[in-house]
């Protein structure tokens, strides 16, 4: 014998799903994640210089090759003609690591996203939103993230 379900009680079932939704809703939008980026470009060309202990030494800008790009303390740093850019090493996907920069596309190895190397924008899904920004400014030589 099977129970056939009463009109109260999908009443019931659906309006709880109702109000649960609405509240998943409200919790997702006020939530971090749901803040978009930094609207900065994290490109400066060849911005000034850290003074008094401000920023964190990345690398040396001669190890950030022309045209591509490396991951270093959890950022992905790219370099063209127009300067040096950093992201978050982070996939927006699943929250792999980022691992190589060629052909101005900085690629995730986990699941195929890619992402354009001077404004992280996705170029290849399965991400949907871009690489966060992390300003870096150039000098004396060097990397800094600010």
Do not use: W
Not at 94 to 120: E, L
Request: hydrophobic share 40%; aromatic share 4%.
């Amino acid at each position: 014998m099977t129970d056939t379900p009463t009109r109260r009680s999908v009443l019931r079932g659906l309006s709880l799903a109702v109000v649960a939704g609405v509240a998943g809703f409200v919790v997702a939008r006020r939530s971090d994640a749901a803040k978009a980026p930094s609207s900065t470009s994290a490109a400066n060309a060849y911005g000034t210089t850290p003074t008094g202990g401000q920023g964190q030494l990345l690398t040396a800008l001669d190890k950030v090759p022309v045209d591509g790009g490396l991951v270093v303390d959890g950022v992905v740093l790219t370099r063209d003609a127009g300067g040096v850019f950093g992201f978050s090493a982070t996939c927006t996907h699943q929250g792999c690591t980022v691992s190589t920069v060629r052909n101005g596309r900085i690629q995730c190895p986990c699941h195929g996203s890619a992402f354009h190397a001077s404004t992280g924008a996705v170029l290849h899904g399965p991400a949907t939103r871009p690489l966060t920004p992390v300003p870096v400014i150039v000098g004396n030589g060097n990397v800094y993230a600010e």
